[in-house]
């Protein structure tokens, strides 16, 4: 069948989950057994979110192929079990940086270059990337940001001169809020229809409205948004709030949204989703009383999308473990060794986050130290492996100074230090050692035993590395360094072996944890924290 393309528009407020919808909407679309992909467009002038702080933006996501990504990326990857590439997030920095080489080339010799129709061909044949390869029925575009916004216009003028070109092939669902006045006891739609009416003005009619909202819409009321707004009374879709994300594929798909979609885009409807293994993840999640408790000790803890990745692949472990996760965030700026017993001794398992320099370093020490001493489960991922490692050389090796020369350019005992490759560089965009590397796990580590394999492939985002002249005294003292890159000898992994479970991973395996496929070291390390809190409990 010929590539339809689904583009999700958003209206009134952001952050009103169009991720979440796209991301649902492709879940439906596979468990029928069509081939889906998303992508995101981002209205920002940054070329990606690599160097945008996490306030800014919450995580940056990394893909198999090394690109920082907008966190949506990572909803994507978890509803759809589908990994996803730079072709998938284009910014406007992106589109813009390709038209101006195009324009330093001389491809357009002789034509002034202009939004309309330079920027708007770049935004379409972007649009098209994916769908052009032929490996996919759907692709599913969400267009960030909110209409009207000055920055999404060449965006939206991309998209009706795509819906104009592609005619049945193409499809927009636009999402909006309905507010609930408390003190007028009522819903409100009128925003819904202004959002629409904007839309329409730049000459995108929506076929399928979602409206995002706390209290249930009456259907009389949906019939009217409908009238108001030219859509089919059915493609008025209601989005409640959810107990949890992953409820949202069977909320829509219960009021109509795929099969709505299939029809309207005249493809054959032959069978209902195959939902099987998604409900049975549901009803774990459901059904779990028994709780985990997990620490997560960052410096970004007032955002909780600045580790999202990291929640979701601990909420995926646990559920699967039959457990409620219960995970209390940390701040590292404000801990110290008065108060580390009292924050952290009724955690069952503890993360220490990735991150970048100084800011809240010391309290991370702070809490390795702590959970080291009292054999806690602790699982350092990055900046959180790079601070076991440092902690370590202080406390076990008599290494006062030890540190990364990411925070102490001086030390001596540089046990983290700047990866060959990355001494030449200035740039800080794009040029971390980024994307999927393979690791070589030893056969009796935890790791190995987590992932009943010992070679494994996981994501990375960082400059500095484990310094390999310390690893003989870091070994003979009891932390092993039980992972390497097969090519280049990179420490990937540490464990105290004689631990509970004491693992840190150079690697981010969050990045690779999905809602059909969890990922194996969180599933340990869940497991870990489980049997020391019934151990406790005894
Ligand atoms: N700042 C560290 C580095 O660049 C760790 C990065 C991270 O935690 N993602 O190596």
């Known amino acids: ?16 989950g169009k991720g979440i919808i796209s991301s649902s909407l492709a879940r439906l679309l596979l468990s029928r057994g069509y081939r889906v992909t998303i992508q995101k467009f981002d209205p920002y002038i940054n070329i990606d979110p690599g160097t945008l702080n996490p306030y800014e933006h919450g995580e940056c996501y990394v893909t198999v192929d090394g690109h920082e990504a907008d966190l949506d990326l990572g909803h994507y990857e978890r509803f759809t079990n589908t990994q996803t590439t730079r072709a998938n997030n284009v910014t406007t920095g992106r589109i813009y940086q390709s038209v101006i080489d ?8 002789g034509k002034t270059v202009q939004i309309i129709p330079h920027i708007t061909d770049e935004i379409k044949r972007n649009v098209k990337l994916l769908g052009n390869t032929g490996q996919f029925d759907f692709v599913i575009t969400e267009i960030g940001g909110t209409v009207g916004d000055i920055e999404s216009t060449p965006y939206l ?8 070109e592609l005619g049945d092939n193409s499809l927009c669902i636009h999402l909006t809020y309905v507010p609930y006045l408390k003190a007028a006891k009522e819903l409100k739609t009128k925003p819904t229809q202004h959002s629409v009416k904007l839309l329409q003005q730049v000459g995108i009619q929506p076929d399928v409205l979602v409206l995002r909202t706390e209290q249930d819409i009456p259907m009389g009321m949906r019939r009217k948004v409908a009238q108001f707004c030219n859509v089919a009374p059915e493609a008025v879709i209601q989005s409640l709030d959810a107990p949890t994300i992953y409820q949202v594929p069977l909320m829509m798909h219960e009021q109509g949204l795929d099969e709505f979609v299939i029809k309207k885009m005249g493809v054959e409807c032959h069978q209902e989703p195959n939902l099987e293994a998604w409900n049975n993840f549901l ?63 009724d955690m069952d398992g503890v993360i220490i986050a990735p991150g970048f320099g100084q800011r809240g370093i010391e309290g991370k ?46 030390t ?27 690791c070589e796990l030893h056969p009796e580590s935890k790791a190995a035993k987590a992932y009943g394999k010992t070679l494994v492939s996981e994501r990375h985002r960082h400059r500095f590395e484990f310094n390999s002249d310390f690893r003989a005294r870091f070994e003979e003292a009891g932390m092993k360094c039980v992972g390497e890159n097969p090519k280049t000898h990179l420490v990937e992994v540490v ?10 991973t150079q690697y981010h395996p969050e990045y690779q944890s999905t809602v059909l496929d969890p990922n194996p070291l969180f599933m340990d390390f869940i497991k870990a924290a489980i049997a020391f809190k019934e151990e406790k409990n005894k």
């Open 1 to 16: 069948m010929e590539t339809k393309y689904i583009f999700v528009t958003g209206g009134v407020v952001s952050s009103l």
């Open 495 to 504: 464990e105290i072996p004689e631990k509970r479970w004491f693992v840190g």
């Open 102 to 109: 195009k324009e330093r080339r001389g491809d357009y010799l």
């Open 412 to 438: 001596k005992n540089n046990v983290i230090d700047l990866m060959e490759e990355q001494k030449g560089i200035s740039n800080m965009g794009g040029t971390m050692r980024l994307g999927a590397y393979d």
């Open 283 to 345: 009803a774990k999640l459901s059904s779990a009383t028994k709780e985990v408790k997990i620490g997560l000790v960052g410096k970004y803890v007032e955002l909780q999308d600045a580790y999202k990745s990291i929640s979701e692949s601990l909420s995926h472990a646990a559920t699967y473990n039959d457990h409620k996760l219960k995970l209390v965030y940390i701040h590292s700026e404000k801990l110290t060794d008065k108060d580390v017993e009292e924050k952290l001794s």
């Open 365 to 410: 020490f702070v809490a390795i130290k702590w959970c080291r001493e009292n054999d806690i489960p602790t699982f350092g991922i990055c900046l959180g492996m790079q601070c076991i490692v440092i902690e370590y050389a202080r406390n076990v090796l008599g290494l006062a100074d030890a540190n990364s020369t990411e925070m102490d350019t001086a």
């Open 157 to 164: 003028e991309a998209v009706r001169q795509l819906r104009w």
